[in-house]
């Protein structure tokens, strides 16, 4: 019992890196966010099923007049989102090894390509609202239901990185490493999530 | 046995009062993250919403004590029913279970001194207490939920309701349904990492294993109430069509994602009185439980068995019919574990030395009516039965002997058996023992007749009945019966109140009991243990010598851990020690984070979408701000 870590009062690139080398398991703000992934999961899960069911419940899919998606912009910008978790990756080894600038850095281009994303996104979205609009049966309901809480979600990734690059400049802490360690374990689900939702967005153009 | 801290101890016992003790008066309770205080915030405001529901029920039942009675209207019959089911449900059983009980002993059992994350803690009170206050405030306004506690659509679209009644189901379940998260996943993440060194998992109390099934449940069940909550409500607020059938929705699918949680809630309200009478029965048999490995297995495949069955509650919308019998079978599967439990707590009682005192006659009655209850529930898988009987009473009287006789009896026991420990005083026994008979003869007054009038044909949901049909004398006993359980019900609170004032000192551990929040003073201190206790068995209270060797570390200062908020933290299968955390201490963020986040949910409810948006930034500023305290400057 004399080898106690007491990792939360690692505040210093060398500390936090010892910490991440001697650590045995997983520590409480991972298994936190692998459950809230997990609900998140199946949150999306209920949505997609409902895609699908609501696909199988209609003669027609698209219904009436609604032109099938384009398949280039939606597959580009996946590919984008899901190259983002590269500096994510880069930035999660960079603070485990203790080292705070390039973590920075490489979540500072992370983030400049999510913000690309969701206005190119965004952009996208409101075109097709005004396209088909909300209100014109149940393929829209869940088409715009499904890419809106992607959407989401990507902002809410947004919004961790920013606290990210916030607090990085005072410092290293084991607190703040093992935030960016979780907040690219996000970023890697939003990517799988992303990669579901624009197959099944894409579904009656294949 | 409660063993003497020695005179060496007292520094110690002094240093770690100073560090963990809260602010005194109201602040200290509106910043609490102190799991014990947190749980009984949760007691007291679920307590509220039980008699807010019980008075509910007793109108309901005054309503139908004769035909063609005048006591309230259909429409308000509608909302009181309505509310009955949400209260219960939500903001009664869940939150008295998991929040009360789960928050306030699961720490202890496992010989922790807080939750994983204790803000987080406090912040799922807070939206707790606010969705109620939110969904109670369509009742007082007069637009309270109107279409049964499940909502069925069309009748709950905006053709068919027009009102706001429905929007309050919507957002107040949504907003509730954040709470039960994240109280879920603290729940899961506690029982994995903060076990005391040595509670591998084949020593965790079978109590924590029905805690741990339940927020597992939960984790995965809530997502498609929530996603079928907002579907409901774009279609209200936004006009779009997920139900409904002229643009190619499906009002049929309200009923798939309603079930699909509804059916595993059906379990996440029942697990956690499996824990508790896994708690009661050793202690008062005086042995340990029969079958310990099945039991815990037992628990955690009904709540994963749960998510298979849902379609059963859909035998009668005319579904596929290998689907129906797909579902059918499936229903019958799950007997297998309650059927293992349900003998391993009799056979238990039988081969111990029972005491029949108060808690353990609340289990006797929960054995009782959950072998009824799950009898009756059993029969609904056979799919012409549960056909003709859908929406007649047979339906309400088996789930209320399941959900009130089996699911709340427990919680009555567990109210009793713990009361000691949360007060340091002792209830009234024979008084206890007469609620329990009270009661006991309530419920079945009330919901036994139910099962006749059932088959006699009464429809459920319905604000009256007409004389002749032979249901006129069943109904006035369970009316009768109604109030005889409030009296019983009642007796209960009067005996725990007096009690908290003229009862004999209990001592640490009054009945003897097996597990570690025993081991501590009665009510425990704000840091739980003086020394991280050694845990060499499920029933660690029993193990005499390793409670010795506790007291030796305490006089020695080893196992103390008072260098700031620190509890150990373990790995997860076999608890291995790990390291040491540093908690957070009192903190008055969650509370504001609760504040914006009620701001969000009435603005969407006035359909005020730039204002919402703006209180949800305001939600994130704050979120923000609570996370730049770290641990290591707590």
């Not at chain 2, 109201?26 to 910043?31: I, R």
């Not at chain 2, 009192?586 to 006035?606: D, I, K, N």
Request: with cysteine; hydrophobic share 55%; glycine share 8%.
């Amino acid at each position: 019992m004399n080898e106690v870590t007491r990792s939360a009062r690692a505040t210093s690139g060398e500390a936090v890196a010892r910490v991440a080398r001697l650590r045995r398991s997983q520590p409480i703000g991972w298994w936190g966010m692998a459950l809230f992934i997990a609900t998140e999961a199946a949150l999306f899960g209920t949505l997609l099923s409902t895609y699908y069911y609501l696909r199988l419940k209609s003669p027609v899919w698209p219904p009436d007049h609604i032109p099938a998606p384009s398949m280039a912009l939606p597959l580009a910008l996946t590919g984008v989102l899901v190259a983002s978790a590269l500096p994510m990756a880069l930035a999660n080894r960079a603070a485990q090894a203790g080292r705070a600038a390039p973590a920075w850095w490489a979540l500072a281009v992370a983030l400049g390509i999510q913000c690309a994303y969701l206005a190119l996104q965004l952009h996208s979205f409101s075109s097709d609202l005004d396209k088909f609009g909300l209100h014109r049966d149940a393929y829209t309901s869940i088409y715009f239901t499904l890419l809106g809480a992607h959407h989401l979600h990507v902002l809410i990734g947004i919004l961790l990185d920013g606290w990210l690059l916030a607090r990085l400049p005072s410092g290293l802490t084991n607190y703040r490493a093992l935030a960016v360690r979780v907040t690219a374990l996000y970023w890697y689900f939003v990517s799988v999530l992303g990669t579901l939702v624009v197959v099944t967005q894409l579904a009656p153009s294949w | 046995m409660a063993i003497a801290h020695p005179p060496a101890a007292e520094p110690h016992l002094e240093r770690l009062e100073r560090i963990w003790e809260e602010r005194p008066g109201l602040l200290g309770w509106l910043t609490t993250v102190d799991h014990k205080r947190i749980g009984l915030l949760y007691f007291f405001t679920a307590l509220a919403f039980f008699a807010a529901g019980g008075v509910e029920a007793l109108m309901i039942r005054t309503q139908l004590l004769a035909p063609n009675n005048g006591v309230v209207g259909p429409g308000t019959f509608d909302q009181v029913m309505t509310m009955h089911g949400i209260t219960m449900i939500f903001l009664f059983v869940i939150p008295m279970a998991t929040g009360a009980f789960g928050n306030y002993l699961v720490p202890l059992m496992i010989g922790a001194r807080d939750m994983a994350f204790p803000r987080l803690n406090a912040l799922s009170y807070w939206i707790f207490l606010a969705s109620g206050l939110l969904i109670y405030a369509g009742v007082f306004i007069g637009y309270a939920p109107n279409a049964g506690w499940f909502d069925y659509v069309p009748l709950a679209s905006k053709q068919f309701s027009p009102g706001p009644n429905i929007d309050f189901y919507c957002l107040g379940l949504i907003f509730n349904g954040i709470s039960t998260t994240a109280a879920a996943i603290n729940f899961i993440v506690t029982i994995f990492k903060l076990r005391a060194p040595g509670m591998s998992l084949n020593r965790l109390p079978l109590l924590c294993y029905a805690f741990l099934a339940v927020s597992l449940a939960l984790v995965f069940a809530l997502p498609p109430l929530n996603a079928a909550l907002i579907f409901l409500e774009l279609d209200r607020s936004l006009g779009m069509h997920f139900f409904d059938l002229v643009h190619g929705g499906d009002p049929v699918l309200w009923q798939h994602l309603f079930w699909i949680f509804g059916h595993p809630e059906v379990y996440i309200i029942i697990l956690p009185a499996f824990g508790i009478a896994t708690s009661i029965i050793p202690t008062f048999v005086r042995r340990r439980m029969v079958a310990y490995a099945l039991v815990a297995l037992a628990e955690v495949l009904v709540a994963f068995i749960g998510f298979g069955v849902w379609a059963h509650h859909m035998f009668s919308v005319g579904l596929a019919t290998i689907t129906t019998v797909a579902f059918a079978a499936a229903s019958l599967v799950i007997v297998i574990p309650s059927g293992i439990q349900l003998f391993a707590w009799i056979m238990t009682i039988l081969t111990g030395r029972p005491q029949f005192r108060t808690p353990l006659l609340w289990i006797v009655g929960f054995i009782v009516f959950f072998l009824l209850g799950g009898l009756s529930g059993v029969a609904f898988a056979a799919i012409p039965f549960d056909q003709q009987l859908t929406d007649t009473y047979f339906v309400v009287a088996h789930f209320h002997f399941v959900i009130f006789g089996a699911a709340v009896f427990p919680i009555l026991g567990g109210m009793y058996f713990w009361f000691p420990k949360v007060t340091g005083r002792m209830y009234h026994e024979r008084l206890g023992q007469a609620s329990f008979w009270l009661t006991f003869t309530g419920t079945g007054l009330t919901f036994f007749p139910m099962h006749i009038v059932g088959l006699l044909g009464m429809p459920r949901r319905q604000y009256t009945y007409a004389p002749g049909m032979g249901w006129t004398g069943l109904n006035l006993i369970e009316s009768i019966g109604a109030y005889v359980l409030a009296a019983g019900l009642a007796l209960v609170v009067v005996n725990l109140v007096v009690s908290l004032f003229r009862g004999a000192p209990a001592g640490d551990n009054p009945f003897a009991a097996p597990t570690l929040e025993w081991s501590t003073s009665s009510p425990p201190p704000p840091y739980n243990f003086p020394v991280i206790p050694r845990v060499s068995s499920p029933y660690p209270m029993w193990d005499v010598d390793d409670r010795l060797v506790d007291v030796r570390q305490l006089t020695e200062g080893e196992m103390v851990l008072e260098e700031g908020h620190e509890t150990p933290t373990t790995s997860v299968l076999d608890a291995d020690w790990d390291e040491v955390l540093d908690m957070p201490s009192e903190s008055p963020w969650p509370l504001a984070v609760a504040a914006a986040l009620t701001a969000v949910f009435v603005m969407l409810l006035t359909k005020q979408v730039i204002v919402a948006a703006t209180f949800a930034a305001v939600g994130a500023l704050v979120v923000a701000r609570w996370h730049a305290q770290e641990p290591q400057q707590a």
